[in-house]
């Protein structure tokens, strides 16, 4: 039966929402009237997932954090030997998020139809990415579901963990960063008026530090709100800028080339690309769909174009170290690692452990970044601070050699 997400009145007149499963939009509108609930709209939940579009999320409001928790859940029950459609049901009990609920029985509904869970999921491709689908299909084909989904579970996992941790790690500077420029903003826009003001009329030239620091003061006040709304427009038109694929691809090479921007940005990419690869090629996908599809998760343009064009050699007879290498965009322990691994006849293993040394190179790379941006801060707030203060104690320092 096909899942459809509902509104409904209770009696108290308050509005409930939910999914529940029917044979017809009729049918659920009678299931809910038998519960005592007014129905005001049904809708089947694959249109009401689509209608609502992607955002942030993966898709249909299921996040990656969503993802992964079906996923484990799924593995799970699917290795204890429950049959799909119950390992779905319960799964859809459990959660307690419509939108995800909503998904899961829309798969359950077309797997009692008589469709293969690969083509369950390709009816939500904003949910479930090239990777997840062409990996579920290798495991039906080859017989190993229960496998794959657990393969796929610990992928999704670690995924989820790696962006957390780079999201929390940015968290600090980010704070510390604004903390600053707003501390900088009010002493300079309330504080030192207030000070320098005592010496308009001293009746002598004020140093030339205090100048500077009135007229930025006076700058900010007059034209702060102008400033602000170009820098906002900038970003906007810069955001679109992005939007272009050759501003794109000039601007993310540029990024390969800063200093430890560059490598953190490298690092992350190639764990992304060989834990891609791991899991497809363990699976049993074809090396060039492992190829394609792993091209997708790296974000950066140079490098997917790379991959890209490594996929191309590969087909006309390359080795897949030799095809990355040949781009020089690729740390030379991950080319190395795959190299032996290709030789080793241990591709899959290889892989995992590059994504393994590369996810810990850029954590210790997240980690040097956040070090070293901490004492830089205070060093930059401590000589803002040292200016206002001289800029302040100068006059004083004047009218203290007038007065003696």
């Not at 229960?146 to 957390?164: G, H, I, K, P, S």
């Not at 008026?193 to 009329?201: H, I, N, R």
């Not at 955001?239 to 080339?257: M, N, T, W």
Request: proline residues 4%.
């Amino acid at each position: 039966m096909p899942a459809y997400e509902y509104t409904a009145l209770d009696e108290r007149g308050r509005e409930q929402r939910g999914v529940i499963e029917g044979d017809s939009p009729r049918a659920v509108r009678q299931l809910l009237r038998e519960r005592q609930l007014t129905p005001l709209s049904v809708t089947q939940a694959k249109a009401a997932a689509q209608r609502r579009g992607g955002g942030w999320r993966l898709g249909g409001g299921v996040s990656a954090k969503d993802l992964a928790l079906l996923t484990r859940q799924l593995a799970t029950l699917s290795r204890s030997g429950a049959p799909l459609e119950e390992a779905l049901a319960t799964v859809a009990k459990q959660t307690e998020k419509t939108s995800v609920k909503a998904v899961v029985l829309d798969v359950r509904s077309k797997l009692l139809e008589g469709h293969a869970l690969a083509a369950a999921l390709n009816e939500h491709p904003r949910v479930f990415p090239d990777l997840y689908r062409a990996t579920v299909a290798a495991g039906e084909q080859s017989g190993h579901l229960d496998a794959v989904l657990d393969r796929l579970a610990d992928y999704t996992e670690a995924r989820q963990e790696m962006n957390q941790k780079i999201g929390l790690a940015l968290v600090y500077p980010v704070l510390l960063s604004v903390v600053a420029v707003l501390i900088v903003i009010a002493l300079l826009t309330y504080v030192v008026p207030q000070v320098v003001e005592v010496f308009a009329d001293v009746g002598r030239d004020l140093p030339w530090l205090t100048r500077a620091l009135i007229t930025t003061s006076d700058l900010i006040k007059a034209y702060g709100l102008y400033a602000l709304g170009v820098l906002a427009a900038a970003g906007w038109g810069f955001s679109k800028l992005l939007e272009r694929e050759p501003f794109r691809e000039r601007f993310d090479a540029a990024l390969l080339r800063l200093p430890l921007v560059g490598g953190l940005i490298q690092g992350l990419n190639t764990a992304r690309f060989a834990r891609t690869l791991s899991i497809l090629a363990a699976s049993g996908v074809p090396i060039l769909e492992a190829l394609r599809i792993a091209a997708q998760v790296v974000r950066n343009r140079p490098m997917r174009r790379a991959v890209e064009t490594a996929a191309a050699r590969v087909r006309e007879g390359s080795s897949i170290s030799r095809a990355l290498d040949a781009s020089g965009l690729f740390p030379p322990m991950t080319i190395h690692m795959i190299a032996n691994g290709e030789a080793s006849g241990k591709l899959e293993e290889m892989l995992e452990r590059a994504a393994q040394y590369q996810e810990r190179a850029t954590a210790a790379a997240i980690s040097t970044f956040v070090g070293l941006f901490e004492p830089f801060m205070i060093l930059f707030m401590g000589l803002v601070v040292m200016l206002i203060v001289m800029a302040v104690l100068l006059p004083i320092f004047d009218l203290n050699q007038l007065v003696g």
